[in-house]
């Protein structure tokens, strides 16, 4: 197996994301435009996305990070717009996409064109979330895309099934599709259910964070894969799991949780930026598919699919949003009211990505040459249209929508009143705990513990102070400034020594391991 274009893709696809933060251009834009420029210079392999490595392989890592890092209580009090879009949506676009291509493109059969309308419908709010913190959204529309995103997989998967059978004459019936969908459903649901509890137990009770990380990578396919083999929704199954283990992560050993952020941090940079580049890769490979439909014809029709796709998401996002609020009290009484500029925002960022072009891939060779390879170009040129048109768009249109920006003060100061409870609570426990003759420890240690609570209890209220009128640096600043030149001068000093033979590399591994701790915790205690 020749190893060299797929160290070439990451290392290129991580060189071009990184290169993107110092641009105004969102990674995954810049990644798509890099790919496509790049898959015409001669002597580039040929990247052909495979379903059967996208899908098991890299669906579940990218699924498992961004449930984990969402709020299960946010998303909890989101759910009914999160699965009016999640299900409703995709849905009805399968259905609206495919009825629409059936009317547009001559000779393509029905059930073919509910496939299109099925592989085109989910969004990949991948590229809508990072956008989204880049230009600060209001965490709600944050939280509602970020939900549909981690489930409109599943419902996107499994109507393409149905639609697949009908295409390929396996006599599917709606009936049956819609038993189906439950069945999945359920399924991946109960299978999560199932998981969840003995794999949280697993994490919380291996002493060792080497293997408590192992298993952390595990997890995704483990959940994924059981799901699968019972016909199950791999990915609700994952998600379900990602959600209970993050919901949980508090328990978990503070080693391990700093080893796993670590971790699942490169993992998700490194499948993310592949994957965006991949999605450019594809151009010449569509393009020699592309068969008895080329020239004007073809690009009328990827025209008329896109603009389907982009109007379809308004017609289902404005109704699901404002029509329940005026039908139900229930609803009215419970949940924030929305505003028009929010349902703008999440019509267009309907993004689409890799899981669209992976299942259209996946196609079998049982549906006709012309239909196949027409759906495939149909998807590419969806997914690089939203993503270009929408992508490029998305940032300067929440400008111009001028949300309410974040109220930093009043975070800062919930974060300082939720800090001075909890530095009461371990006083309080502490005085407790000293008051037992076992607990005993001479007055300069004890003072030091009460300065450290001290220390963290002061450290949020300072941020709202002044900056030094000759730096202007915040205390905040400052103090991480000087803490970080203090442990530099410790750190050279052990190396030092280490090069003198005064100790041996083991130890100043040990010692510079306490000090990267340290400097950790007083980046963290500063802000």
């Given at each position: 197996?020749?190893?060299?274009?797929?160290?070439?893709?990451?290392?290129g696809s991580a060189a071009v994301a990184a290169a993107a933060r110092r641009t105004p251009v969102p990674a995954p834009l810049l990644l798509v435009a890099v790919g496509l420029a790049v898959s015409y210079i001669p002597g580039v392999p040929s990247y052909t996305l495979d379903p059967h490595v996208v899908l098991p392989l890299l669906l579940p890592p990218l699924l498992y990070t961004s449930a984990s890092d969402s709020s299960y209580l946010d998303l909890r009090a989101q759910l009914r717009p999160v699965a009016l879009l999640s299900v409703g949506y995709v849905l009805?676009?399968?259905?609206?996409?495919?009825?629409a291509a059936y009317l547009i493109v001559p000779g393509l059969p029905l059930p073919a064109a509910l496939v299109l309308g099925a592989v085109v419908a989910p969004p990949d709010a991948v590229a809508a979330t990072a956008v989204a913190r880049r230009v600060g959204l209001p965490s709600r529309i944050t939280t509602i895309l970020q939900g549909e995103s981690l489930l409109n997989d599943a419902t996107a998967i499994t109507a393409y099934k149905v639609a697949l059978g009908?295409?390929?004459?396996?006599?599917?019936?709606?009936?049956?599709?819609?038993?189906?969908?439950?069945?999945?459903?359920?399924?991946?649901v109960g299978i999560g259910l199932v998981l969840m509890a003995p794999l949280h137990w697993l994490r919380t009770h291996l002493t060792e964070p080497l293997l408590q990380n192992t298993l952390s990578l595990l997890i995704p396919f483990v959940a994924y894969g059981v799901a699968e083999q019972a016909h199950a929704s791999g990915v609700l199954a994952v998600v379900v799991v990602a959600l209970y283990l993050g919901h949980r992560a508090w328990e978990v050993d503070f080693a391990t949780r700093l080893q796993e952020e670590a971790v699942w941090k490169m993992v998700a940079f490194v499948l993310e930026s592949a994957v965006f580049a991949l999605i450019g890769l594809q151009l010449p490979i569509v393009l020699k598919r592309l068969g008895e439909y080329q020239g004007t014809s073809a690009a009328w029709y990827a025209a008329a699919v896109f603009l389907v796709v982009v109007v379809a998401r308004f017609v289902w996002v404005y109704p699901a949003t404002f029509l329940p609020r005026l039908l139900s009290a229930r609803i009215r009484e419970r949940e924030e009211n929305p505003t028009w500029r929010g349902a703008m925002v999440m019509s267009w960022a309907g993004m689409r990505g890799v899981v669209s072009l992976a299942i259209a891939f996946a196609i079998p060779s049982t549906m006709a040459a012309g239909p196949r390879d027409l759906i495939l170009f149909l998807t590419f040129t969806t997914v690089i249209?939203?993503?270009?048109?929408?992508?490029?768009?998305?940032?300067?249109l929440i400008r111009l929508l001028r949300f309410p920006g974040?109220?930093?003060?009043?975070e800062?100061?919930?974060?300082?009143?939720?800090?001075?409870?909890?530095?009461?609570?371990?006083?309080?426990?502490?005085?407790?705990?000293?008051?037992?003759?076992?607990?005993?420890?001479?007055?300069?240690l004890?003072?030091?513990?009460?300065?450290?609570?001290?220390?963290?209890?002061?450290?949020?209220?300072?941020?709202?102070?002044?900056?030094?009128?000759?730096?202007?640096?915040?205390?905040?600043?400052?103090?991480?400034?000087?803490?970080?030149?203090?442990?530099?001068?410790?750190?050279?000093?052990f190396v030092r020594l280490r090069d003198h033979r005064y100790i041996d590399d083991e130890m100043l591994r040990a010692l510079l391991r306490r000090l990267d701790l340290e400097e950790a915790a007083a980046f963290r205690e500063a802000g």
């Open positions: 197996m020749d190893v060299m274009p797929l160290l070439l893709l990451v290392a009805f676009a399968t259905f609206v996409v495919g009825w009908a295409a390929v004459g396996e006599g599917a019936t709606w009936a049956g599709g819609i038993g189906e969908f439950a069945l999945a459903a359920i399924g991946g249209g939203t993503l270009v048109v929408q992508g490029v768009t998305l940032p300067p974040r109220d930093r003060q009043a800062t100061l919930a974060e300082a009143n939720a800090q001075a409870q909890a530095s009461r609570a371990a006083e309080s426990r502490l005085d407790e705990l000293l008051s037992d003759e076992r607990d005993t420890l001479p007055p300069p004890a003072d030091r513990l009460r300065m450290v609570l001290e220390r963290r209890r002061n450290a949020v209220w300072e941020r709202l102070g002044q900056v030094n009128p000759i730096t202007g640096e915040s205390v905040d600043d400052t103090y991480r400034r000087l803490s970080r030149e203090m442990i530099s001068v410790e750190r050279e000093v």
